[in-house]
């Protein structure tokens, strides 16, 4: 049963980082294993949006145009944690996160793709 926790959610200025972790159990982060994580946010009000994914083959990543430059995932097999690393966060980067997960890569950054999803982080961006 693959099972997912995303914490590391918290209240930050404009212009300040934070780590988001999501714990896995379920996956093994082996080379020979077919996997695709992804990182999704959604504001009040907004759609659900994916912000990066990383696929299991050559550990790849993917980042939506709004937020390159500025967050990096990446994984550590050794915890089977993948992480998102935001930095010069913005108010517009508010929202709950969410991480997916799926036995189907390569990764993308659509939410209907993935089959198991964490429960929420709660990023709030003050100016």
């Known amino acids: 049963e693959v099972q997912l926790q995303a914490s590391g959610g918290g209240l930050v200025q404009a212009g300040g980082s934070l780590r988001l972790s999501c714990a896995t159990s379920?996956?093994?982060?082996?080379?020979?294993?077919?996997?695709?994580i992804g990182w999704f946010r959604q504001a009040p009000g907004k759609e659900r949006e994916g912000v990066s994914c990383?696929?299991?083959?050559?550990?790849?990543?993917h980042t939506t145009n709004s937020v390159k430059g500025r967050f990096t995932m990446f994984s550590d097999k050794a915890k089977n944690t993948v992480y998102l690393q935001m930095d010069s966060l913005k108010p517009e980067d508010t929202g709950v996160y969410y991480c997916?997960?799926?036995?189907?890569?390569?990764?993308?950054?659509?939410?209907?793709?993935?089959?198991?999803w964490g429960q929420g982080t709660q990023v709030t961006v003050s100016s």
């Open positions: 997916a997960a799926d036995f189907r890569p390569p990764c993308t950054l659509v939410g209907d793709w993935y089959d198991y």
């Open positions: 379920g996956i093994t982060f082996e080379p020979f294993d077919y996997y695709a």
């Open positions: 990383i696929s299991s083959s050559d550990l790849s990543t």
